[in-house]
């Protein structure tokens, strides 16, 4: 059944002090279980479950899980990776393969300390694990603040989903750091960005600056990367809706 993000990490922390783990349309339900298994070794059980391709639950995952089962338990199903993201500040995608996207790329343990002091701040952090056979699309990278890219061997840079987990979880556990953020600064969650770039959009739309017709999709696309790459706070995406209203704003009218 679909959890609620609740429970403990391994460590004795709250649920609220870790990142979330999302794994997009995952495959095999032997995959989910081992990295159930790998996230609660290093103190994490907070799993969403986008779209698996065997539907859930699912007994091989559970098999596989052992005593990690509490995991998959709380283990949240979610249709889409922009509602796994919605109350998201902050997203990191895992991703091997280079793509036309302007992210900036970072290792794993430069990652889980960023994470630890955006989490130490306030901030609430999701890490993107793709599909074993293809990894993430694009679009779901387009969802990231930024992209961890773990070194490997240059002629076999293969990794096991779950094995993709595990370095990334072992990182978290190894991680420390101050708060990057100022106190009492609130980060943008998912959902604001989405409804900020539904109204740049439209207020572009409305302008023509989507031409030709056929570079529209690449278009917003780029956009869309430009403003997650740099973690913006509530205060500076109400910002930016003022602007665009006052941008728009007939001489004398309202927005």
């Known amino acids: 059944?679909?959890?609620?993000?609740?429970?403990?990490?391994?460590?004795?922390?709250?649920?609220?002090?870790q990142p979330v783990f999302v794994l997009v349309r995952p495959q095999l339900g032997e995959n989910i279980g081992a990295a159930a298994r790998a996230m609660l070794n290093f103190g994490l059980d907070r799993m969403r479950l986008v779209a698996p391709r065997d539907g859930w639950p699912n007994p091989a995952a559970e098999a596989m899980a052992s005593g990690a089962g509490r995991v998959l338990d709380d283990a949240r199903l979610i249709e889409t990776t922009a509602e796994a993201c919605a109350?998201?500040?902050h997203v990191f995608a895992t991703t091997a393969r280079e793509r036309a996207l302007t992210l900036p790329v970072v290792t794993p343990e430069a990652a889980m300390a960023e994470a630890r002091?955006?989490?130490?701040?306030?901030?609430?952090v999701g890490v993107l694990f793709g599909a074993e056979r293809a990894g993430l699309e694009t679009a779901d990278v387009a969802r990231a603040n930024a992209v961890i890219s773990v070194p490997t061997n240059p002629g076999f840079g293969s990794l096991n989903l779950a094995q993709c987990v595990l370095l990334v979880a072992y990182d978290w556990m190894r991680a420390t750091g101050?708060?990057?953020?100022?106190?009492?600064?609130d980060w943008a969650s998912g959902i604001e960005l989405d409804r900020f770039l539904d109204h740049l959009n439209r207020r572009l739309e409305a302008a023509g600056y989507f031409f030709p017709a056929q570079n529209r999709t690449s278009m917003k696309l780029n956009i869309e990367t430009l403003f997650r790459r740099t973690p913006l706070t509530g205060a500076e995406?109400?910002?930016?809706?003022?602007?665009?209203?006052?941008?728009?704003?007939?001489?004398?009218?309202e927005g």
């Open 237 to 253: 995406i109400r910002t930016l809706h003022g602007i665009l209203r006052a941008l728009t704003r007939p001489p004398g009218g």
């Open 87 to 89: 109350d998201l500040t």
């Open 1 to 17: 059944m679909a959890g609620t993000d609740r429970g403990r990490g391994g460590d004795g922390t709250q649920a609220a002090e």
């Open 117 to 124: 002091a955006i989490i130490a701040a306030g901030g609430r």
């Open 178 to 185: 101050p708060a990057a953020v100022a106190p009492g600064e």
